[in-house]
């Protein structure tokens, strides 16, 4: 077991080492935090919390690859310490074998042949959405840009209805905690909307398969329960981490003009630029796993049963592994290897998908402009769990 005297290495400010640190007070800039905690430790100790958080890349890493010592069937968000689920209430709650037999089940709808088809639907619905403001010079391109095209094309795989994209947007915004200003009884109501819609959609698919992900789950014998879980997740993953990744990026680009105009003079960097966006905007700044058994991670002793936060916003930032220039928007970096997609078992399902995604946004934006510049600041979320942004208008100069 650990004693008191080992658990943090030396003083820190409250804001670093207090769940305000994860609670959004300090969200609009934690890297000076962040920095200060990698100083501390890898793994360092949370008083108030009650967890432990690995900041530094190696460790998140080696915790997020070994299931049989850091968990996920106990809690992924620190709100759960303590909350026992009848089931598992997502996907990310699973371990294996059970993890793995779910992940094989949906996997075919990622596979590389099924994006390559779903490669011209991607384009047209981004190039809708750009063509509709065409004739603005300035635009809020979180409204609309990056919260409707992952939407459209999650809605077209999953084999709901495009045009209830708004819908699914509420829905998405309610299952993350911070990222609406909704009561919880509020979402609570919500949240049973959609439960009863999604297995209403489901239910439709075994009578009417057709080839899309709902299909799947229709012909694969799962419970409500277990449908409800992989519609939700599958719903709100689909967007909300690549709109948020696509939205901090354009961010960065904007506020780093010579990276658009590098990116601009050679597109062969735009599979690099969107490893960067990746790294750079962290859109899931953190998932929690628990001790299986009394073990050691990063040099700290922590005991069965005690949690540990996997910090991927601070591995991303990880001087030890992204040298002097981690503080900096490189859309040429490389090597890359940011945890932007989390790591091991975890390792999101749609990755591919969400590369192709950004991919798209940016050809299409350098097609179109010459320039796109921020109009005051981007606002911030309030969400210790998805670094997103609300809003952001950009001033676009056409490209001549």
Known sequence: MNTPGRRVHEPLTEAVLTDGFLAGEIVDNPWQHLEALRAVAAVSWNEVGGYWIASHHREVQQASVDPARFCSGQGILTFEIG???????????????????????????????AMKALQPHIEAH?????????????????????????????????????DEWEKFYLWSEVSVPG?????????????????????????????????????????????????????????????ETVRNT?????????????????????????????????????????FMRT???DTELGGAHIAAGEHVVLHYASANRDESVFGPTAHQF????????????GFGAHYCIGAALARQEIAVVLNEALDRYESIELVGNAQRTRSSIIAGIS?????LTPAS
């Not at 299909?215 to 014998?221: D, P, R, V």
């Open 330 to 341: 490189d859309i040429a970096r490389s090597p890359n290897p940011h945890l932007g997609f």
């Open 126 to 162: 981004a190039q809708r959405l750009y063509d509709s403001f065409a004739t603005r010079s300035v635009v809020d391109l979180v409204h609309e840009l990056t919260v409707p095209f992952p939407l459209l094309v999650i809605c077209e795989l999953l084999g709901v209805p495009a």
């Open 83 to 113: 909350h026992q689920y009848p089931a598992p209430p997502t996907m990310m709650h699973t371990d294996p074998p059970d993890h793995t037999r779910y992940r094989t089940l949906v996997a075919p709808a990622f596979r590389p042949s």
């Open 391 to 395: 809003n952001a208008e950009f001033a």
């Open 291 to 293: 001790a299986v058994t």
């Open 179 to 239: 990222a609406s200003n909704h009561t919880a009884e509020e979402k609570l109501v919500i949240q049973g909307e959609m439960v009863r819609y999604l297995l209403g959609v489901v239910a439709h698919k075994k009578l009417h398969p057709s080839d899309d992900v709902f299909s799947i789950l229709a012909a694969a014998g799962l419970t409500d329960f277990e449908i409800a879980m992989f519609a939700v997740q599958l719903l709100t993953a689909g967007n």
């Open 246 to 286: 696509m939205s901090a990026g354009l961010v960065a680009l904007a506020q780093n003009l010579d990276q658009w105009q590098r990116l601009r003079a050679d597109r062969s960097l735009i599979g690099s630029a969107a490893e960067e966006m990746l790294r750079w905007s962290s859109s899931v700044i953190y």
